[in-house]
Every structure is written in structure tokens, then in C-alpha cells.
């Protein structure tokens, strides 16, 4: 049973930063795919960002450029480093792991952009 625990998450000024972290237990995490998604009040859960096992990223459109994603397997932890936030980036903010066809998730860390 892998176990996701976020954090990281708060209040920011538009144009602030944070960085999320996931710390993952119980997995074998180096062997992973990794993902941050988030869900904003009304609306369905979204790809923010993933990294493989062999570190290869991806990005949706909207946090191209202002965020990224990384991880490291010795402490088994993935990050989401966010720059030039903005009120729209306001959301829960939850890590994915999956290993082939099975996937975990973690509870979430809310994110709340101010304007």
C-alpha cells in the first residue's frame, strides 16, 4: 500500500511563489510515474504535471514556464516548485503515483492565490 502525504500549500500573493512537496512510503518509488493534479471549486480534476521514471516532464499549457516539477528518489519525495503564481492557479493541489495500471493518491494540499 503506497501512502502519499502532501504539503506545502497556503495563501500567496498573485506573482508569489511555493513549493509543494509528496513524500511517498511504502513504494517503490524510483520505478513510478509521478504527477501533480489540481481542482479548483466547480470544476474537474487536471493534469498540472508529471515526470517519469526517467525524469522526462510534462506541462499543461497554463503552468508552462512557472512551474516545475521534480523528483528525488533516495528520499523518495516529489516537488512542485510554482513561480509567478496567479489567482487562477488557486486549487487542491494532490500528488499521483502509479506504477503500471495501478494508481495512488494523496489527500492534497490546498493552494489559494490572492489578487
Known amino acids: 500500500q503506497v501512502h502519499l502525504v502532501e504539503s506545502g500549500g497556503g495563501l500567496v500573493q498573485e506573482a508569489g511563489s511555493l513549493r509543494l512537496s509528496c513524500a511517498a512510503s511504502?513504494?517503490?518509488?524510483?520505478?513510478?510515474?509521478m504527477g501533480w493534479y489540481r481542482q479548483a471549486p466547480g470544476k474537474g480534476r487536471e493534469l498540472v504535471a508529471r515526470?517519469?521514471?526517467?525524469?522526462?516532464?510534462l506541462y499543461t499549457d497554463s503552468v508552462k514556464g512557472r512551474f516545475t516539477i521534480s523528483r528525488d528518489n533516495v528520499k523518495n519525495m516529489l516537488y512542485l516548485q510554482m513561480n509567478s503564481l496567479k489567482p487562477e492557479d488557486t486549487a487542491m493541489y494532490c500528488c499521483r503515483h502509479q506504477t503500471g495500471p495501478i494508481t495512488y493518491w494523496g489527500q492534497g494540499t490546498q493552494v489559494t492565490v490572492s489578487s
Open positions: 511504502g513504494s517503490t518509488f524510483s520505478m513510478s510515474g
Open positions: 515526470i517519469s521514471t526517467g525524469g522526462y516532464t
